[in-house]
Every structure is written in structure tokens, then in C-alpha cells.
């Protein structure tokens, strides 16, 4: 996350308290456009308050720009180039996908009428059919087809497939892939379904105890961590070049190297590049999950 010339959010010592608790803890990063990027944390690491620090929904201390505006005077403004999601399996069971569209032309003024119908036109749904009408499906196709159609410079998805099965989480991440981003555009996810989104994520910022203890591209992350299969005659002169995280798996010694080199850890066994939940499993140990 490099350069602020095309930073589409900065922050600079963000920080935000509930009484005496910091939530957020003197914060510093930079997202650029053209960016997927993970905000991946425990519950009460701060990640939610960062996302409403950056939607403007908090009082915050500290600088943050989002889109060149601040959060906290330029809301109104700013919403016009964000779009904001949570849970994309819940809508009002009463609602119509008419209303829907209606609903989102209201309030979004980058909203594209034509292009949600047009969507829509390639599913299963109809104008009148009610959400308690729909398939699980059904539902993501209708959130999908607001989504697309909003022109915005910025998506923030906040744990969006909470309410899916596999089936469809994946299907929502493929679709916004290939129908909606682009490099002009910005998405920013939380999520506790790492392994759904490590394949679409550009760059990964891990929060905790309202800090952030990693920050860096997916690229970064291939050069910086080595996971080495520890062969048993190896284990302890491995162990001697400190690991962020040892596991056992079928018997063997599985070490996690953050900086090593790797021609070193190549005489101790098969080297391979860390998952994100196993990355993030290390950054955070000791800490209850």
C-alpha cells in the first residue's frame, strides 16, 4: 500500500475510544484504488469501527480522508461515491425487487436504473416477487443487481455473506469480480470466511486491539512468509531461527518464517507460501479467536 497520489483512504493516527477502552489505537495506512483489501480481525479488534469511521457513522480522533473528503463534516458528499454493504442474505421479506430499485434510486444519486433491470432481466425474479418469494439465490441475484448498478468509486462489504452457504458466497464473489470491479474502483471487505476471499484479495491489513499488526500486498505476503515442512532430523536447527507459528500436521513439524531465507529453510524441507487463515492464525496467536 504504497503511494498517497492515488490513495483513495488515508489514515493518520485514527483513533477512536469507548470510555476508557481505545477501539481504535492511533491507526496509520493507506488503501489505493484499484484495491481489494481484507480487513481481517477478532470480534472486537476494531475492524467495525474503522468501517464506520470510514462511513462516517463515528466521531473519531485523529485524520482520515476517504476519497479526498473527511468523514466526518463530508458524509453527504462522500456517500455519493460510496456504496455500503452487510449481509447480503437479508432483505425485508415484504419487499418487492420494484420497490427495491426504487428504494436505491432514491437515495443513491450514482444509481443506474437501467443497468440493475437489465441484470435482473437475466435472472429468475420478477418486478412483483417479494423477498419471502425468493431463494437464498434469488436474494444474492437481487443484492448483486444494486450493487452493479451503482456507480461508486468505493464498495466497503462488511461481512457480506454472513447469511450464505458456500454455494452462493462463492457465486457473490465471482459475480463481483467479473461484473464489477475495476480499476477505478476500491473494495474494502471484513470478513470471517478468510479462505473465500484470499483468491480475489489484492493487498491484507490484519487488525488487533485497535491496531494493525500487518499491512501489506498479496504480493508482500508471497515474499515476506515461507511455511517450511519441516523434515524430523531438521526440527531443531528450524526451531533455532525462531518461527512466528509451529504446527504439527500428520506428524510433521510445520513452521511459519516471516523474513527468512529461504535458501536456508529450502535444506529443512517443501517450502510453500502460507494461506491467509494460517498467516492470520500466527499474527494472532495467544489471542482467543
Same mark, same amino acid.
Given at each position: 500500500?504504497?503511494?498517497?497520489?492515488?490513495?483513495?483512504?488515508?489514515?493518520?493516527?485514527?483513533?477512536?475510544?469507548?470510555?476508557?477502552?481505545?477501539?481504535?489505537?492511533?491507526?496509520?495506512?493507506?488503501?489505493?484504488?484499484?484495491?481489494?483489501?481484507?480487513?481481517?480481525?477478532?470480534?472486537?479488534?476494531?475492524?467495525?469501527?474503522?468501517?464506520?469511521?470510514?462511513?462516517?457513522?463515528?466521531?473519531?480522533?485523529?485524520?482520515?480522508?476517504?476519497?479526498?473528503?473527511?468523514?466526518?463534516?463530508?458524509?453527504?458528499?462522500?456517500?455519493?461515491?460510496?456504496?455500503?454493504? =452487510?449481509?447480503?442474505?437479508?432483505?425485508?421479506?415484504?419487499?418487492?425487487?420494484?420497490?427495491?430499485?426504487?428504494?436505491? =434510486?432514491?437515495?443513491?444519486?450514482?444509481?443506474?436504473?437501467?443497468?440493475?433491470?437489465?441484470?435482473?432481466?437475466?435472472?429468475?425474479?420478477?418486478?412483483?416477487?417479494?423477498?419471502?418469494?425468493?431463494?437464498?439465490?434469488?436474494?444474492?441475484?437481487?443484492?448483486?443487481?444494486?450493487?452493479?448498478?451503482?456507480?461508486?468509486?468505493?464498495?466497503?462489504?462488511?461481512?457480506?455473506?454472513?447469511?450464505?452457504?458456500?454455494?452462493?458466497?462463492?457465486?457473490?464473489?465471482?459475480?463481483?469480480?467479473?461484473?464489477?470491479?475495476?480499476?477505478?474502483?476500491?473494495?474494502?471487505?471484513?470478513?470471517?470466511?478468510?479462505?473465500?476471499?484470499?483468491?480475489?484479495?489484492?493487498?491484507?491489513?490484519?487488525?488487533?486491539?485497535?491496531?494493525?499488526?500487518?499491512?501489506?500486498?498479496?504480493?508482500?505476503?508471497?515474499?515476506?512468509?515461507?511455511?517450511?515442512?519441516?523434515?524430523?532430523?531438521?526440527?531443531?536447527?528450524?526451531?533455532?531461527?525462531?518461527?512466528?507459528?509451529?504446527?504439527?500436521?500428520?506428524?510433521?513439524?510445520?513452521?511459519?518464517?516471516?523474513?527468512?531465507?529461504?535458501?536456508?529453510?529450502?535444506?529443512?524441507?517443501?517450502?510453500?507460501?502460507?494461506?491467509?487463515?494460517?498467516?492470520?492464525?500466527?499474527?494472532?496467536?495467544?489471542?482467543?479467536?
Amino acid at each position: 500500500m504504497t503511494t498517497a497520489h492515488n490513495a483513495v483512504i488515508t489514515a493518520t493516527g485514527l483513533t477512536k475510544q469507548y470510555g476508557r477502552q481505545a477501539a481504535l489505537n492511533g491507526v496509520n495506512f493507506t488503501i489505493n484504488s484499484g484495491r481489494i483489501v481484507g480487513l481481517i480481525g477478532p470480534n472486537g479488534s476494531g475492524k467495525t469501527t474503522t468501517l464506520k469511521a470510514i462511513l462516517g457513522l463515528t466521531p473519531f480522533e485523529g485524520n482520515l480522508s476517504v476519497l479526498g473528503r473527511d468523514p466526518r463534516t463530508e458524509r453527504e458528499l462522500l456517500m455519493n461515491d460510496v456504496c455500503f454493504i =452487510a449481509d447480503v442474505a437479508i432483505l425485508p421479506k415484504w419487499l418487492k425487487v420494484k420497490d427495491a430499485i426504487d428504494f436505491v =434510486a432514491g437515495v443513491h444519486p450514482r444509481f443506474d436504473r437501467a443497468r440493475a433491470e437489465h441484470y435482473i432481466a437475466q435472472t429468475k425474479l420478477t418486478p412483483d416477487m417479494k423477498v419471502k418469494a425468493m431463494s437464498k439465490g434469488m436474494v444474492v441475484q437481487l443484492h448483486l443487481a444494486l450493487v452493479m448498478a451503482i456507480d461508486a468509486r468505493l464498495l466497503v462489504l462488511d461481512e457480506p455473506t454472513l447469511g450464505l452457504d458456500i454455494l452462493y458466497r462463492k457465486q457473490f464473489y465471482q459475480n463481483l469480480l467479473e461484473d464489477y470491479f475495476d480499476d477505478d474502483k476500491t473494495i474494502v471487505i471484513t470478513t470471517h470466511q478468510i479462505e473465500e476471499v484470499e483468491h480475489i484479495l489484492t493487498d491484507l491489513m490484519f487488525i488487533e486491539d485497535g491496531r494493525i499488526v500487518l499491512a501489506a500486498s498479496m504480493d508482500q505476503v508471497g515474499e515476506r512468509f515461507t511455511e517450511v515442512m519441516v523434515e524430523p532430523q531438521y526440527v531443531a536447527a528450524a526451531t533455532a531461527l525462531n518461527p512466528l507459528s509451529r504446527r504439527t500436521v500428520f506428524g510433521k513439524a510445520i513452521m511459519l518464517f516471516d523474513g527468512a531465507d529461504r535458501t536456508q529453510l529450502a535444506t529443512f524441507g517443501e517450502l510453500r507460501t502460507p494461506s491467509v487463515a494460517d498467516l492470520f492464525v500466527a499474527t494472532m496467536k495467544g489471542q482467543p479467536q
